[in-house]
C-alpha cells in the first residue's frame, strides 16, 4: 500500500471532545471519524486493525467449535414481550415503528432472536450442544456517550449463544469459552484478567468479565493480593467480619435537626462518627419499592439489591416515591416507620444502636435498634467493597485496580429458553428446556483498549497481531531516485513473503514521515536513505522498543520477514 494513495489524514492536535488516549490517538492517527454523537465511520487504516481483531475472535470461536450466523440488526417487539425485556430493558433500547405501526428495536443484544430461531429449528437432545455466533453491529443508546468506540452508541460485537440439554453440559459450554476468550485476548498481546461480574440485564445465574487493565478504565476491579480473587465492584463480595454488638441500646430519642441533610451534617450536628450512622436508601424495582441501609462512610450496591431481590433492575427512588414511603423529601429516610420493607448490610450488625433519619423533615433519630425498634426484612451483603477490605476468598486484603471491559460470558440457564418455550425432547422423548449460555466481545473496545495499553508521546504502540501494517518503509528524498527505488524493491519482497507493508513515498520532510510512523504505531519501521545505500544498509527501528539497528540491504528483508512472523499472533 502506498501512503499517497491511501486515505489517512493524520492531525496534530486532539479532538476537543477527547476524554481518553484511544479517542485522541485513533482521531488523531485517521482511524476513525465522528459521525453523531457515539456514532462513527471506520477509516481505511483503522477498519484494517479492527478486522484483525475479528479474524482472531473468527478463529478461536470456529476453533471452540462455534457455528457462524448472521442476525438482523432490527428485531420485532414481540420476541422482547415474549422474554419479558421491552418493558424494562431501558432507554438503552433505541424503539421506532414501522409504516404498519409495528414496534420494533435496534438490537443491543440477540438473546431473543437466536433462542426463536432456535426454538424453531432445535427439536431433539441429539442436535446438542450448539453454539452459534456472530459478528455484528449493535445499537444502545447510551445516556452520555464518551471515550470514542469504547462507550459508543453503535459499535461491533461479537455475540455467541450456547444451548445445551443439562446444566452440566452448559457449564462445559462456558469453560470452553472461557478458554476461548483467554486464547484470543494472549493473541491480541493484551495484559487482562478475568473476574466475576453481575449479570445486569441479560441475567443468569453467574458471569465472568474480561478486563484489560488500564488506569483509564472505566470499571473498578477488587483483586485479592494474595489468593487470585477477582470481581467487578458491582458483584465483588464483601466478607461478613461484623460480630454482633452485645448489651442493650438506650432508648430511642428523636432529636430536631434543621436543614441537616447530609452525612457529613449529620455527624458534625449529632457529635457522632459516619461510623454510627445508618444512611437509609429507597430503592425502586419491578419487585416493588425497599429501603436499604448502609454505614454512613459505605455506599449501597444496587445490582446486590437487585440480586438480593431476584428483581430484574433496582435504582434509586425519585423524589416523588421517597415521599410517599417516608413522608419526608431525600435527605430524612430512616428504617423506623418507613412504609416499605428495610433491609440491612451485615456490617451494621456492629451496631447495638445507630442514628437514622426521622422520615420527617429536620429530624433524627438517635439509639435506633434492629429488632426492638424495627423489624429487618432481612440481612444482606449489600454495600460495595472497598480496597483494603478483607479478600472474601481467603486472609488476604482487596486491592482496587481500573480496567476496560472488552469481553462478558454469562451462564444465561433456562430465563430465555422457558420464557420463549425454546424446548428439546430428552433421551426419553420428555419436554426440556435448552440450557443456555451467552458471551460477548466488543471487537472496537477491544481495538481501543489495546492503545490504551500501548501508547507513549508519540503516539500508538500497537502489538503486532492488531497493527493496520507490519512494517513502514521510509525512503528519504534524493535527487537520484534511487531510495524510492531500492524502497519498492523491498515493499515487493515482503509483500511477496507475506508481510503487511506500508510504503510512504510521500514527497514531505522525513521529520513528517518519522512522526507519521510513530503516531500510527506500526511495530517495524525500516528507513532508506542516501547514505545508507551508501553503505548497503537499511536502518531499522521497533516500535515497540525503540531499538535500532543497521541491516544490510540484501539481508533486510529475509531480517524483517523473520522479525514479525515470530511476533504474529
Not at 414496534?103 to 431433539?124: A, F, N, Q, W
Amino acid at each position: 500500500m502506498n501512503y499517497s494513495k491511501l486515505l489517512l489524514p493524520t492531525l496534530k492536535e486532539d479532538p476537543a471532545d477527547a476524554e481518553v488516549v484511544s479517542h485522541k490517538l485513533m482521531f488523531r492517527a485517521g482511524l476513525i471519524r465522528k459521525v453523531a454523537a457515539g456514532i462513527y465511520t471506520w477509516m481505511p487504516a483503522g477498519l484494517r486493525s479492527l478486522r484483525k481483531v475479528e479474524n482472531i475472535v473468527r478463529q478461536e470461536m470456529d476453533r471452540a467449535g462455534a457455528q457462524e450466523v448472521l442476525m438482523p440488526a432490527v428485531q420485532p417487539a414481540e420476541l422482547w414481550q415474549e422474554s419479558g425485556r421491552w418493558d424494562y430493558y431501558g432507554k438503552e433500547l433505541l424503539r421506532f415503528t414501522d409504516r404498519h405501526s409495528r414496534d420494533y428495536c435496534m438490537g443491543p443484544t440477540h438473546e431473543e432472536v437466536i433462542t426463536d430461531l432456535v426454538k424453531r429449528e432445535v427439536h431433539s437432545y441429539k442436535q446438542l450442544p450448539m453454539n452459534l455466533y456472530q459478528i455484528q453491529t449493535k445499537f444502545r443508546d447510551e445516556i452520555r456517550p464518551r471515550f470514542g468506540v469504547m462507550r459508543g452508541r453503535e459499535f461491533i460485537m461479537k455475540d455467541a449463544y450456547s444451548f445445551d440439554a443439562d446444566d452440566q453440559g452448559a457449564e462445559e459450554s462456558y469453560h470452553k469459552m472461557q478458554a476461548a476468550y483467554t486464547r484470543i485476548f494472549e493473541r491480541c498481546g493484551l495484559n487482562f484478567v478475568a473476574v466475576e461480574a453481575d449479570s445486569g440485564a441479560i441475567g443468569g445465574s453467574f458471569s465472568h468479565e474480561f478486563m484489560v487493565l488500564a488506569e483509564s478504565g472505566e470499571d473498578d476491579i477488587a483483586a485479592c493480593n494474595a489468593c487470585g480473587y477477582g470481581a467487578n465492584v458491582e458483584k465483588a463480595q464483601v466478607k461478613d467480619t461484623a460480630a454482633k454488638a452485645e448489651g442493650d441500646a438506650p432508648a430511642a430519642e428523636k432529636v430536631a435537626t434543621p436543614d441537616v441533610r447530609t452525612i457529613e451534617e449529620v455527624c458534625a450536628f449529632m457529635g457522632v462518627t459516619a461510623q454510627e450512622v445508618a444512611k437509609t436508601l429507597v430503592f425502586e424495582t419491578d419487585k416493588g419499592v425497599v429501603a436499604v441501609c448502609v454505614r454512613g462512610d459505605r455506599d449501597a450496591n444496587p445490582a446486590k439489591v437487585k440480586n438480593l431481590l431476584g428483581a430484574n433492575a433496582a435504582e434509586l427512588a425519585s423524589e416523588a416515591v421517597v415521599r410517599e414511603v417516608t413522608g419526608a423529601p431525600i435527605g430524612f429516610a430512616g428504617p423506623f416507620g418507613i412504609k416499605c420493607p428495610v433491609y440491612l448490610d451485615n456490617e451494621l450488625k456492629g451496631l447495638a444502636s445507630f442514628v437514622s433519619g426521622a422520615n420527617e423533615v429536620d429530624a433524627h433519630y438517635r439509639g435506633i435498634a434492629p429488632g426492638r425498634d424495627f423489624e429487618p426484612a432481612g440481612w444482606s451483603d449489600l454495600r460495595f467493597i472497598l480496597e483494603g477490605d478483607p479478600c472474601p476468598r481467603c486472609d488476604g486484603q482487596v486491592v482496587v485496580k481500573r480496567g476496560i471491559e472488552v469481553g462478558h460470558i454469562f451462564k444465561l440457564g433456562t430465563k430465555y429458553s422457558e420464557a420463549m418455550k425454546a424446548n428439546f425432547l430428552d433421551a426419553d422423548g420428555r419436554e426440556q428446556p435448552c440450557v443456555m449460555g451467552c458471551y460477548g466481545i466488543g471487537v472496537g473496545r477491544t481495538m481501543a483498549a489495546a492503545i490504551e495499553q500501548n501508547n507513549d508521546e508519540n503516539g500508538i504502540i500497537w502489538p503486532v497481531p492488531l497493527a493496520p501494517w507490519e512494517v513502514v518503509i521510509l525512503p528519504l528524498s534524493d535527487k537520484t531516485g534511487e531510495t524510492l527505488a531500492t524502497a519498492q524493491k523491498i515493499t515487493g519482497e515482503l509483500q511477496q513473503a507475506g508481510i503487511e507493508v506500508l510504503l510512504d513515498e510521500r514527497d514531505e520532510r522525513p521529520g513528517v514521515k518519522f512522526k507519521d510512523a510513530d503516531l500510527l504505531g506500526i511495530p517495524l519501521r525500516i528507513t532508506i536513505g542516501a547514505r545508507g545505500l551508501k553503505e548497503g544498509n537499511a536502518e531499522t527501528k521497533e516500535r515497540a522498543t525503540g531499538e535500532q539497528q543497521n541491516i544490510a540491504l540484501d539481508e533486510i528483508s529475509a531480517w524483517a520477514t523473520a522479525w514479525v512472523k515470530e511476533r504474529r499472533a
